[in-house]
């Protein structure tokens, strides 16, 4: 059979793509090679508790805000389960152990803030109204009929950290406005401003976690498809595409079988789709630019199982530093380590006076894991066991250290490095958000849905913006290449 449209991975890029196409009578097939879909939306389970791997909390699902804008579409409100996180404090940053909240809102954001800081009114205000007016700036976040791309942005080629401190004089403030800067990977002299706008507007707008598993969003977006008729094929890998006349006829998957289409998706990351390619069908340019791109850092997560209404649920995030500064992508320093940490609760249907399980994400660079790059998850062996049980007796130190008492909480714990993302999702070194955005080098290191393959198209993190929304968006972008991006709009904000 001949699909309209053949996507290459069921992360949470594909999925959409593959929502939106069905949804307008393309016929559309999935292809992922994990057996389960949904990528870094995927939950997994111990002992009796489910882990949320790659979405901890959401934003802007708020009536008439952008996520929920989409959600709606997409046929997830009412659906989901949500939890809003605290309205006076959805992120607390810690630095050094002094405390620190954001609020949701604009406004209660700054008069918190301005409670720490009572001298910095007109930073706190130049700054919120700025990375408003970037989103603003956007169609695909406001839905507005005056057609702006998120890549035409005058801010492109800003720092982040470098307008903060712009804006904002006291240095103290300028760290804690970054304090949730793991959520981009973020890097002090490379980060765009437009990443941190994107991420940071929104969750200000509003910050969410789903309960009972991300899984249920997957589950909602794969079962829309396969009502449309689409077909999802799981457990198989995409391994070379065939190309006559700059067009791909078919894709070979890794049982040999060939996959036909007239448009093909790729959910990847665009090196796979080098790998995939015979090299004369692409061009040297090309090849040479998505590989010397530097991916955003992986992370090691630490997830805990508490025993039974042993450890309160928190309905914040806590992100703690034992240094100064918050930009540690790049200032890593595995002789510090875990320079920071961020520590959520998992929210549950079950009960919202204890947490059953939480995770603590930290960051990994791919070095201290080279001894072990050449093996496959679960048969590393017992070295790399001890490695990660070290890593794991580290962490929770340092986390007993702001919650006093944790450790007798804790009934047993698993971890998570970036050996296992790269063998799960295909990204590079286990990076955590794919390709890193640089505003040194903002064109190069921005990827376009469109390739110089005519029918083939990317989607997912690497373009655009990661996370929920940032994925939201790189999938509008991806099929306004196939369909018209006035019309897909307009009925994506009709509904
Ligand atoms: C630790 C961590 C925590 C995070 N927390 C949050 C959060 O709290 N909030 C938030 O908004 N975002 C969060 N994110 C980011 C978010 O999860 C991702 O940006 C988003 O899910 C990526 O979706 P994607 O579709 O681009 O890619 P992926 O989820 O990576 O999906 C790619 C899919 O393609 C498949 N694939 C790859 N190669 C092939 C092949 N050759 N053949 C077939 N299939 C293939 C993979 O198996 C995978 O299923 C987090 C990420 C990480 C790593």
């Known amino acids: 059979m001949k699909y309209d449209v053949v996507i290459i991975g069921s992360g949470l890029g594909g999925l959409l793509c593959g929502n939106i196409l069905s949804r307008e009578g393309f016929s559309v097939c999935i292809i992922e090679k994990n057996h389960k879909p949904g990528g870094s939306l995927q939950t997994f389970g111990r002992k009796a508790c489910l882990f949320n791997t790659g979405l901890n909390y959401t934003e802007s699902l708020n009536d008439g805000q952008v996520l929920n804008q989409y959600f709606r579409y997409f046929g997830l409100l009412g659906k989901l389960k949500l939890q809003k996180l605290n309205e006076d404090g959805f992120d607390i940053i810690s630095i050094r152990g002094q405390k620190y909240k954001l609020a949701m809102n604009h406004r209660r954001y700054a008069d918190t803030l301005l409670e720490y800081f009572p001298h910095e009114k007109a930073g706190i205000s130049q700054y919120l109204e700025k990375i408003k007016n970037i989103c603003q700036a956007n169609s695909l976040y406001t839905f507005s009929n005056e057609y702006s791309n998120i890549f035409e942005f ?27 800067n793991i959520l981009y990977a973020g890097h002090e002299n490379k980060t765009p401003l437009f990443i941190h706008a994107i991420i940071n507007n929104s969750f200000i707008d509003s910050a969410w976690r789903i309960k009972d598993g991300s899984h249920n969003l997957v589950k909602i977006l794969t079962d829309n498809i396969l ?23 078919f894709v070979k998957l890794s049982d040999e079988a060939l996959i036909e289409g007239k448009y093909f998706i790729s959910n990847t990351h665009p090196e796979q789709i080098l790998n995939m390619t015979d090299a004369r069908n692409i061009s040297n340019m090309f090849n040479r630019r998505i590989r010397s791109l530097e991916d955003t850092m992986g992370i090691f997560t630490l997830y805990l199982v508490f025993k039974k209404n042993t450890f309160p649920y928190l309905n914040y995030n806590f992100y703690h530093y034992n240094q100064e500064n918050v930009w540690i992508a790049g200032n890593y320093d595995p002789a510090l380590w875990p320079q920071h940490y961020v520590f959520m609760v998992t929210a549950t249907s079950k009960s919202e006076t204890y947490a059953e399980s939480a995770s603590v994400l930290t960051y990994m660079d791919f070095n201290e894991l080279r001894k072990w790059e050449n093996t496959e998850t679960g048969k590393r062996g017992e070295e790399y066991e001890e490695f990660k049980r070290q890593k794991a007796e ?31 999702t295909g990204t ?63 009925k994506i904000s009709s509904v």
Do not use: M
């Open 154 to 180: 005058s801010s492109l080629g800003i720092g982040a950290a470098s307008f903060i401190a712009s804006v904002i004089k006291n240095q103290r403030l300028q760290q804690v406005i970054a304090g949730n």
């Open 227 to 249: 009502q449309q008729g689409g077909k999802l094929f799981t457990g198989i890998k995409a391994e070379k595409f065939i190309i006559e006349k700059n067009k791909i006829q």
């Open 394 to 424: 580290k962490l929770l130190a340092e986390i007993e250290i702001q919650f006093p008492g944790i450790r007798s909480c804790v009934e047993a714990y698993y971890t998570s490095t970036p050996l296992t993302w790269r063998d799960y």
């Open 428 to 490: 590079r070194a286990g990076s955590a958000y794919g390709i890193l955005k640089d505003f040194n080098r903002p064109l190069e290191s921005i990827i376009l849905p469109k390739t110089k393959i005519s029918n083939l198209f990317l989607t997912g993190q690497n373009i655009n913006v990661h996370g929920i929304l940032g994925v939201t968006i790189s999938s509008v972008l991806t099929c306004a290449e196939i369909i018209d991006l006035r019309y897909l709009l307009n």
